[in-house]
């Protein structure tokens, strides 16, 4: 009997392994080398000239995210928020400020974990719930889905399709998730992606991240601006960004 269904295990095994393979195949974009080359697009490569789109992840966060919105103001730039719907079921106020202010929400999750094991389903259900959440709190439909963590597997990629979401990644990060990040350190790091075309990964809440890590990006803001100044570049949200499809 052993022999009869070692064939029949093989098969499950294999079946198996390329379900998991075919899942984890998009996640490849991660890579730096492949967000240059092969997935411009979802890395967020823009065409727009001599501009340069500015995002956040993991908020609305009450502590933080209003400093990042009062710089922004004084900095007269505007960005694109991927939220967190678990965040923005606690915020909805801020939500709505977001757009107020004339900055551009995208979905980030409900929650922010990696999907690293097939399960359409769920996918889809927390992907529909997060989006349903931006576009009733914020009164603003998006148009943008970044996985948390860059993570970007099959059934999320196919959800966020199936929603009528853009998946999207970044071309350059400041690394302020970190406890040892400053606004000099975050700068640094991001200066040299800060090139026309480019997607900028930031982040104004640290509910994923080290406490008052936001702190460091707040910091940074000035020194991004003042560098997009100097270069002739523009700071502003993705759907000026003019990403082909």
């Given at each position: 009997?052993?022999?009869?269904?070692?064939?029949?295990?093989?098969?499950?095994?294999?079946?198996?392994?390329?379900?998991?393979?075919?899942?984890?195949?998009?996640?490849?974009?991660?890579?730096?080398?492949?967000?240059?080359?092969?997935?411009?697009?979802?890395?967020?490569?823009?065409?727009?000239?001599?501009?340069?789109?500015?995002?956040?992840?993991?908020?609305?966060?009450?502590?933080?995210?209003?400093?990042?919105?009062?710089?922004?103001?004084?900095?007269?730039?505007?960005?694109?928020?991927?939220?967190?719907?678990?965040?923005?079921?606690?915020?909805?106020?801020?939500?709505?400020?977001?757009?107020?202010?004339g900055?551009?929400?995208?979905v980030?999750?409900?929650?922010?974990?990696?999907?690293?094991?097939?399960?359409?389903?769920?996918?889809?259900?927390?992907?529909r719930?997060a989006?349903?959440?931006?576009?009733?709190?914020?009164?603003?439909?998006p148009?943008?889905?970044?996985?948390?963590?860059?993570?970007?597997?099959?059934?999320?990629?196919?959800?966020?399709?199936?929603?009528?979401?853009?998946?999207?990644?970044?071309?350059?990060?400041?690394?302020?998730?970190?406890?040892?990040a400053?606004?000099?350190?975050?700068?640094?790091?991001?200066?040299?992606?800060?090139?026309?075309?480019?997607?900028?990964?930031?982040?104004?809440?640290?509910c994923?991240?080290?406490?008052?890590?936001?702190?460091?990006?707040?910091?940074?803001?000035?020194?991004?601006?003042?560098?997009?100044?100097?270069?002739?570049?523009?700071?502003?949200?993705?759907?000026?960004?003019?990403?082909?499809?």
């Open positions: 009997m052993g022999r009869a269904t070692t064939p029949l295990l093989a098969g499950s095994l294999a079946a198996a392994a390329a379900l998991e393979f075919l899942h984890l195949a998009p996640a490849a974009v991660r890579l730096p080398s492949l967000r240059r080359t092969l997935a411009r697009r979802t890395a967020g490569r823009g065409t727009t000239p001599g501009h340069v789109a500015l995002t956040f992840d993991d908020g609305p966060d009450p502590r933080s995210t209003p400093y990042v919105l009062d710089a922004l103001d004084e900095l007269g730039a505007r960005a694109t928020f991927f939220l967190l719907g678990s965040m923005l079921e606690r915020a909805p106020a801020l939500g709505r400020e977001l757009v107020r202010r900055h551009e929400v995208a980030h999750g409900w929650y922010h974990r990696s999907q690293w094991y097939p399960a359409p389903g769920r996918d889809l259900r927390e992907l719930r989006t349903e959440a931006v576009t009733e709190l914020c009164g603003a439909r148009l943008w889905y970044r996985p948390p963590y860059g993570v970007l597997t099959a059934g999320p990629a196919l959800a966020a399709r199936r929603l009528g979401l853009r998946s999207v990644l970044w071309t350059a990060w400041g690394r302020d998730w970190t406890a040892e400053t606004g000099a350190s975050v700068y640094a790091t991001a200066r040299p992606g800060l090139t026309a075309g480019a997607t900028l990964l930031l982040h104004d809440s640290d994923t991240s080290a406490p008052d890590s936001w702190r460091a990006t707040l910091a940074a803001l000035p020194l991004i601006a003042a560098h997009c100044r100097t270069h002739h570049l523009t700071l502003g949200p993705l759907r000026d960004h003019a990403v082909p499809p």
